[in-house]
């Protein structure tokens, strides 16, 4: 069973920067694609930023030049470096674990539990 930990959120003002953090533990054999989604209220959730086993990344066009996504140091862990923050930036980010895009949605190995992320304007 594979679990992941999001730590980082939090409230900070228009134009201010964040960092959220993801690890990834139990039976991962190997390096996987990571990603970053998040949901506002009464909104679907929306990819972020992800990352793929190669280290190719890609980004929505929303947060492109803002926001960073990074490996961490160990294995299966990822960083969202998010910088000039907006209020349409809140929402609660969610790490996932191999996602993959299909028609009817996003599915991902595991989730994280979410993490909100507030901008005051």
């Known amino acids: 069973q594979v679990q992941l930990v999001e730590t980082g959120g939090g409230l900070v003002q228009a134009g201010g920067s964040l960092r959220l953090s993801c690890a990834a533990s139990g039976s991962i054999s190997r390096i996987n694609a990571m990603g970053w989604y998040r949901q506002a209220p009464g909104k679907q959730r929306e990819l972020v930023a992800v990352?793929?086993?190669?280290?190719?990344?890609i980004y929505a066009d929303s947060v492109e030049g803002r926001f960073t996504i990074s490996r961490g140091n160990a294995e299966n862990t990822v960083s969202l470096l998010m910088n000039s923050l907006k209020p349409e930036d809140t929402a609660v980010y969610y790490c996932?674990?191999?996602?993959?895009?299909?028609?009817?949605?996003?599915?991902?190995?595991?989730w994280g539990q979410g993490t909100q992320v507030t901008v005051s304007s």
């Open positions: 990352i793929t086993s190669g280290d190719n990344t």
């Open positions: 996932a674990l191999d996602p993959r895009t299909y028609p009817t949605g996003t599915q991902a190995r595991a």
